[in-house]
């Protein structure tokens, strides 16, 4: 197989895996019980006005009809209109998005980094003290609920430290005065830090275990054999030539994890009360607010199949070996 | 659902000493719990965990909504230490000699946030609305004007109030009427009201309020800030602003007071009591509330599986089986006292039918009845319930049954449940757990299919100090709405309507004694305590009236700086 062929095929893949996910959003949202009614609390209302809130937000229609308005609106990058404030689906998902995005990207980099040096240091340092304090340290840390990482954090970290436990900025910020920017960027990473590192330390173990496991492999190789006799330094033996060619693993997993990071993210948010799309998620949820909800499905599903393309994007260029 | 029951979750019948009054009718605002000298200024930083979900009264649930309608919005009576009702922007009211007219007297001169004089014509409109719509958009809020025809303002400090049936508790009721600006709301008004149901305030910052607060900034799920309304036609706020943020969990909200990033946390969770009272940066009050928990029964007479449980006796089984004590020490700390009564403390004993009081744990007693109705224990302990015939016919079964445990209960409904299912397993009854979600899907299970599928759900009520709208809850008219048993009791729900217009307060206790009998007896609930409430706040503040959430514009203007 050529490398365009490589890629056609990926391509396509993509866009049937997309395809999939866009009525798949459509039809689990459908199958949940309530409707734009039920977020309106509407206990007491007549039957007409009920009837004219669902017709408002077209769910008298047939269910088929509704699919392709769904997917017409959908090509015009309309995701609909929310049922509990009447606003496009959009701007309610956008700020919650751009809240948590650098907590996902800030905890991902942690948890790759001490991944990374704590995956390295058991495997270039196999059987030693270095090795197993490092490995199950690594294997409880991926076993421990993220929320109960938080707590600890909350109680080990937060408390001493006086750093901020919930939201996103602190709660006296600009109501007196007018904040100026570096006030508001350092208040916003004060409150970013301790769910980043919760983030990144619920991820950390698993990708310390992959590059301990990779290392090993690649260690035991010839070309490493052949640099130790040529007289290269150890750092120069694990970075140039063991390390580079144990991330391919990584590569990967990083990608297959996104949805468990966004997952993670979820849980995060819920123990500091960070204002992110985990919090919107349970907060359309409970207010049966599906448009919103199918946006942030879409959007979350949309991010993984892109993530994974461009994985198999980036493992074809690392390595070639994939299209034979 | 019944978050709106939260509402009270702070109101005490014999509250501790507060030295001054609050809000309306001129009463000092100063003073709250602590007393000192009151030095303005500064931001106060409220925690809560619970939210506020919507500014707009005719959508939202959620307590703190109600908190901060109260801040925003003129009432013509409030609630004031006591508690008792006392006027808020009424400085006196009178009624006619047939109880069919009650006129309000206003105070001059307060105005809206936006600069807009405040007048009687803003509160009959409000009024005049919320009948006209309450079938529809407005029946969140309609039930404070049940029996209201119509409203006047023959004057800008006057309205007039025509009802079509004397009403026992016309001042209760109209605390919970909250008077809205005509100018903002009426363009949302349309021809059906829909907007009005449609409209999000929050969306339109600075909101326009007439009462001591008006909101800056609103998040769902962060911080909410009010600041003072120049033109408030009361006692003005001592702080500069009031900053409440919401957390998910009361972890992050003790961790904030403990590295000083909130003033008040409104609710102390039960596990970290001893903690902060122990350290003495923190004053920590503990106070009955209304909140009442429960093991809900399903006593819809048309349920068609499990129907043994619609039999009372079997139910009376259940309460001996039932230690309460257990529940008051493991859950809460110690914080509650297990009770019986469908009415909370906070009713005071006018309301409170003395003759009402918990079972003992006793689960020979409990063995005993239900070997006398039969339920004889299998090889597995279980016991079993025979076959029946006729017209809801159901087979030979085991006693063992699905309890729902909604996810938005203020204390540990999953270890409260084990401790219920470990006491009835001694009788012979296993039950199971089934994830009850929030409020809403809870609620949606216990209503599905019109009362037939469930059996067994732990909540609470937080009830008002009338009793009207807890008995209400026990009506068939509040099916799908407040009702959460499928209780359908002609002789109450008759009971109910009589007792709303007995003007004879001696007579309407009665009739109310009687319906909390009823209730007692037939056990939909069985009653388990009555919560108190515990807050903490910063020694650096002073002046907290924490009982009075929801209920008292002085729960925010009070708290000031000590000296």
Known sequence: ?324 | MRARRLIATTMLAAVVAIAAGCGGGGASPAGGGSGGSVVKGGILRVGTTNYIDSLNPFVAIESQSYNAFVMEYPQLVQYGPGPKIEGDWATSWTKSSDDLTWTFHLKPGGKWSDGKPLTAEDAAWTGNTIVKYQAGPTAAVAAALTHVKSMDAPNATTLVIHYDKPVANVLPQLEQFFILPEHVWKPFEGTNGKGLKTFRPEQHLPTVAGGAYFISQYQEKGTTVFKPNPGFYGPKSNADAVAMTYYTNSTSMIADLDSGNIDFADQVPFNAISSLKNDSRFDVQSVPTSEVTNITINTNPLKSKNRELLDPKLREALEYATDRDSIVKVIFAGYAKPWANMLSVESGSFWLNPAIKPLPYDPDKANQILDSLGYKKGSNGIREVPATTGKYAQPAHPMEYGVIVPDSLDFNGDRQFQIIADDWAKVGIKLHEIAGGDSGQAYGMETAAQYTKFDFATWDWAEYIDPDAQLSYMTRGQWYSWNDTGYNVPWFNQAYLTQATLTDPKQRQALVWKMEARVAHDRPYIQLVNEYLVTADDKTWTGFYPDLNGYCKCYYTSPHKTG
């Open chain 1, 1 to 324: 197989m050529s490398g365009a062929d490589y890629l056609i095929k990926r391509t396509v893949f993509a866009i049937v895996t997309v395809f999939v996910a866009l009525t798949l959003n459509f039809i689990l949202f459908r199958a949940l019980p309530g409707n734009a009614v039920t977020g309106l609390r509407c206990g007491h209302c007549t039957k007409q006005f009920r009837e004219s809130i669902v017709k408002q937000y077209g769910l008298d229609k047939p269910k088929l009809q509704q699919y392709f308005v769904y997917l017409d609106r959908l090509a015009h990058g309309d995701l609909g209109t929310s049922t509990f404030d009447n606003r496009p689906v959009w701007d309610d998902i956008r700020g919650p998005l751009v809240n948590t995005l650098p907590m996902i990207v800030a905890g991902t980099v942690i948890s790759i980094v001490l991944g990374v040096m704590t995956g390295v240091i058991a495997a270039w340092r196999r059987g030693t003290l270095a090795d197993t304090s490092n490995t199950w340290s690594a294997l409880a840390f991926y076993a421990m609920p993220t929320q109960w990482i938080g707590i600890l954090v909350v109680f080990y970290i937060a408390i001493p430290l006086g750093l901020p436990a919930s939201g996103i900025e602190s709660n006296t910020l600009g109501i007196l005065s007018t904040p100026s920017t570096w006030e508001v960027f350092s208040d916003r990473v004060s409150h970013l830090f301790l769910p980043a590192l919760v983030l990144g330390i619920g991820l950390y173990g698993e990708y310390a275990l992959i590059v301990r496991s990779s290392m090993l492999e690649t260690l035991g190789e010839d070309y490493v054999l052949t640099a130790r006799a040529k007289g290269m330094r150890n750092w120069s033996i694990v970075w140039k030539h063991a390390l580079r060619n144990a991330m391919l693993p990584l590569v990967t997993l990083i990608a297959l994890s996104l949805g468990s990071i966004v997952a993670g993210a979820i849980v995060v948010e819920d123990v500091f009360s960070y204002p992110g799309i985990g919090l919107a998620t349970i907060d359309a949820l409970n207010r049966r607010d599906y448009p919103v909800l199918q946006g942030i499905f879409l959007i979350l599903t949309l991010s993984v199949i892109i993530a994974n393309f461009i994985a198999d994007l980036v493992y074809f260029k690392l390595d070639p070996r994939v299209t034979e």
